[in-house]
């Protein structure tokens, strides 16, 4: 994509996403995997990727969000979404969090949006671009398809979501990066 957000392709990238993105996936649901490719190194782009009690320092769609007493594996937060989206609240509990391997996984446990059972995985790599240190993102996800929805429908809105928040990632990250700060 024109973005630098695609779709997984190359073998390494596969791998990952066989090793370290597993989802159940039911009849009813649609899951997918997003790569981003960032000039930014890996240890400036987890520092924000992995603050659970911060999602806003990059994702676009969230104004405010609150987690009870430390993040850890088990914490719930509550994400309150910008107007625009069909939604107002989420509440949400890290699944995973894993400093060795660069690994952040969260799962929505309620709301008031059509996000059921969704589960997430985001993955962050060391790779270079154009000879400077530079990161892979990956995050994928499954959720169930609501009432109403095909799979294509839902996935392509997903996917819209997590494109929004990848691109954002990169432009914080390299615009920290310039200015050699770290989170």
């Given at each position: 994509m024109e973005d630098g957000t695609a779709m997984y392709g190359d073998l390494e990238t596969v791998e990952y996403v066989r090793t370290q993105h597993k989802h159940h996936c039911r009849e009813n649901q649609c899951t997918s995997a997003l790569v981003k490719h960032i000039k930014a190194p890996l240890h400036l782009v987890w520092s924000l990727v992995r603050r659970f009690d911060q999602p806003q320092k990059y994702k676009p769609f969230v104004s405010r969000c609150t987690v009870i007493g430390d993040p850890e594996i088990g914490s719930l937060r509550e994400v309150n979404v910008k107007s625009g989206l069909p939604a107002t609240t989420s509440t949400?509990?890290?699944?995973?969090?894993?400093?060795?391997?660069?690994?952040?996984?969260?799962?929505?446990?309620g709301g008031d949006h059509r996000l059921k059972n969704y589960s997430s995985i985001v993955t962050v790599h060391p790779e270079m671009i154009e000879g400077r240190a530079g990161t892979m993102v990956?995050?994928?996800?499954?959720?169930?398809?609501?009432?109403?929805?095909?799979?294509?429908?839902?996935?392509?809105?997903?996917?819209?979501?997590?494109?929004?928040?990848?691109?954002?990632?990169?432009?914080?990250?390299?615009?920290?990066?310039?200015?050699?700060?770290?989170?």
């Amino acid at each position: 994509m024109e973005d630098g957000t695609a779709m997984y392709g190359d073998l390494e990238t596969v791998e990952y996403v066989r090793t370290q993105h597993k989802h159940h996936c039911r009849e009813n649901q649609c899951t997918s995997a997003l790569v981003k490719h960032i000039k930014a190194p890996l240890h400036l782009v987890w520092s924000l990727v992995r603050r659970f009690d911060q999602p806003q320092k990059y994702k676009p769609f969230v104004s405010r969000c609150t987690v009870i007493g430390d993040p850890e594996i088990g914490s719930l937060r509550e994400v309150n979404v910008k107007s625009g989206l069909p939604a107002t609240t989420s509440t949400e509990r890290l699944e995973l969090l894993d400093d060795e391997e660069h690994i952040l996984g969260i799962r929505i446990i309620g709301g008031d949006h059509r996000l059921k059972n969704y589960s997430s995985i985001v993955t962050v790599h060391p790779e270079m671009i154009e000879g400077r240190a530079g990161t892979m993102v990956i995050e994928s996800f499954v959720v169930d398809v609501p009432e109403g929805n095909t799979k294509d429908e839902t996935c392509f809105f997903v996917e819209a979501l997590i494109r929004c928040n990848l691109k954002s990632l990169a432009d914080v990250s390299e615009r920290l990066a310039s200015q050699d700060i770290i989170i």
